[in-house]
Each structure stands twice: as structure tokens, then as C-alpha cells.
């Protein structure tokens, strides 16, 4: 079975600018979640998504956002992009909500410049 | 809110050596609880995990126990590998039900010969 899949693995864009990441969960899998990954702040949860509903949000200024579609890939925009954004982007994947485990993609490094 | 504390890193051992990485979380309600491992350049690949209290969870000789009364999770290994070089998160889900995770500050090990 495939794993989680991120596009890009890297991204280099300059403040100001905006970018789409893009998740593929493992199939079968309705919920999607994102995290960002700084040496700073390390792991910090983004956004839940479930059957295209967002279901829970983290303490991230509105720039962020992000989308499900109905075959449950997932994408998160971040506009007008700020040097502190340059992080680890990491998507993951689970069955369902609950206390079912949530596996990981590889993350898509985004480099602002 | 909910949080969880690790011990700092980098943690350095040498290989055979016994391993222990604490973990105590905060935390309303009676969240699951995980330990993920992230090799460099990687995502985050859950290692073990536990859904109540006296539970033991267990991978590839890693074990750690859901400790209700001292709120700990702490990860133990009875002889680490240079293969075991990685960072180590300790995480909790949402007592909520929801997918979102809070993770520690994460653990750096390396293993030496």
C-alpha cells in the first residue's frame, strides 16, 4: 500500500509570494492533517480536514489555509509568505478521527527568501 | 491546554547501551499517547503507542507504558543500535476525539560503536 505523499519535496519562493503543498493520504484514508516543523517552535499542528470539513485549526495566522476534496487529497496554501514561514510542511494521514495512529509523509521543505 | 514535556538532547550512547527518554504530558481528559521517530530528511514514522492507562506499547525493542498516576510515557530500550540514531517525539492526542496531535520538543539519540 502507498504511503503519504507530498509534492513539492522542495520549494524556494521569496516573501511576499504565495504556495500551494499538496498531500495524497494512504487510500482509504478520510482524514488529513497538517503540521509545521521548525527548529524554533518544532512541531505545531496547522489543520485537521475530514470528509472535506475542516475539523480543527491551530494557533496560525488566517494566511494560512488549506482544503480537502472529495477523494480526500489535500492542499494548504500560505499567502503573502514571510521569511518565518521557511519550515518542514508535514501532511498525515488516518482511518478516521480518534485515537487511531496517523501516519506521516515525507514533508516538503519550503525555503523563503 | 494539553502538553507534553521530554527530556533535552542530544542524547549519545553507546551501542548495547540501555536507553531511556522521559516523557510526561498534560493533559484533560484521557488522551492516547505516542512515540514517533524521524530519521534525517524524513517524515515522522509512528514507533509505538498506547490508548489507556497501564497499556504497554512495543516496537522493534522499544517499549514504553501509559503511566496514568505520574502522567509519563516514557520510551525505553534495552540495547540501542547505531541504527537507532534519530530523533525521538513523544505525542498526545486530542482527548476531544479529534486527530490533532501535541508533540514534545523532541529527543535527539546518537548511537556510537
Known amino acids: 500500500k502507498a504511503g503519504v505523499t507530498q509534492t513539492p519535496r522542495y520549494l524556494i519562493k521569496t516573501r511576499g509570494q504565495q504556495v500551494t503543498l499538496s498531500c495524497s493520504p494512504i487510500s482509504g484514508h478520510r482524514s488529513v492533517s497538517w503540521y509545521q516543523q521548525t527548529p524554533g517552535q518544532g512541531l505545531q499542528f496547522l489543520f485537521e480536514?475530514?470528509?472535506?470539513?475542516?475539523?480543527n485549526k491551530g494557533n496560525f495566522p488566517g494566511r494560512f489555509s488549506g482544503r480537502q476534496f472529495s477523494n480526500s487529497r489535500s492542499e494548504m496554501n500560505v499567502s503573502t509568505l514571510e521569511l518565518g514561514d521557511s519550515a518542514l510542511y508535514l501532511c498525515a494521514s488516518s482511518l478516521s478521527q480518534g485515537k487511531g495512529e496517523q501516519f506521516f509523509g515525507p514533508g516538503t521543505r519550503l525555503t523563503v527568501l | 491546554g494539553n502538553s507534553v514535556t521530554q527530556m533535552e538532547g542530544p542524547v549519545t550512547l553507546s551501542e548495547e547501551a540501555f536507553l531511556t527518554i522521559n516523557c510526561t504530558y498534560t493533559a484533560t481528559g484521557y488522551p492516547s499517547l505516542f512515540w514517533y521517530v524521524q530519521y534525517p530528511g524524513e517524515g515522522l514514522q509512528l514507533l509505538l503507542k498506547?490508548?489507556?492507562?497501564?497499556d504497554k506499547g512495543s516496537n522493534k525493542g522499544f517499549e514504553a507504558t501509559y503511566r496514568k498516576e505520574t502522567t509519563s510515557f516514557h520510551l525505553e530500550k534495552g540495547s540501542v543500535q547505531v541504527s537507532d540514531s534519530a530523533v525521538y517525539f513523544c505525542a498526545l492526542s486530542d482527548p476531544g476525539g479529534g486527530n490533532k496531535l501535541t508533540f514534545g520538543t523532541g529527543t535527539q539519540l546518537k548511537v556510537e560503536l
Open positions: 498506547a490508548t489507556k492507562a497501564d
Open positions: 480536514y475530514f470528509s472535506e470539513t475542516q475539523r
